[in-house]
């Protein structure tokens, strides 16, 4: 089984930062994206940041050049530094793969994982 653990999350001032990490275990063959979401109190999830497994990455238009996407292949880990947070950005904050595990039969097996999420608040 692959599992995806969150970490990170917190309480943090307005123009503050906070890093997240998300940490993938378990018969993994290959990670390929390595994506974070977030939902608000009342809002549809949505894509916060994208990493391919070359290291390309996409930003939604509200964090461009305040959040960085990284990822450490050797940890099967990926990562989210949020700087000059805002109040807007208070959501939980889920990390999603898309990975190739081994079955115990040795075959191998494509699909998406999620994390439990973990929740980031803006506030003064």
């Known amino acids: 089984q692959v599992q995806l653990v969150e970490s990170g999350g917190g309480l943090v001032q307005p123009g503050g930062s906070l890093r997240l990490s998300c940490a993938a275990s378990?018969?993994?063959?290959?990670?390929?994206?390595m994506n974070w979401y977030r939902q608000a109190p009342g809002k549809q999830r949505e894509l916060v940041a994208s990493?391919?497994?070359?290291?390309?990455?996409f930003y939604a238009d509200a964090v461009k050049g305040r959040f960085t996407i990284s990822r450490d292949n050797a940890k099967n880990t990926v990562y989210l530094q949020m700087n000059s947070l805002k109040p807007e950005d208070t959501a939980v904050y889920y990390c999603?793969?898309?990975?190739?595990?081994?079955?115990?039969?040795?075959?191998?097996?494509?699909?998406?994982?999620w994390g439990q999420g973990t929740q980031v608040t803006v506030s003064s």
């Open positions: 990493i391919t497994s070359d290291r390309s990455t």
């Open positions: 999603n793969a898309n990975i190739l595990s081994r079955r115990s039969s040795g075959s191998l097996q494509g699909a998406d994982y």
């Open positions: 378990g018969s993994i063959f290959s990670i390929n994206h």
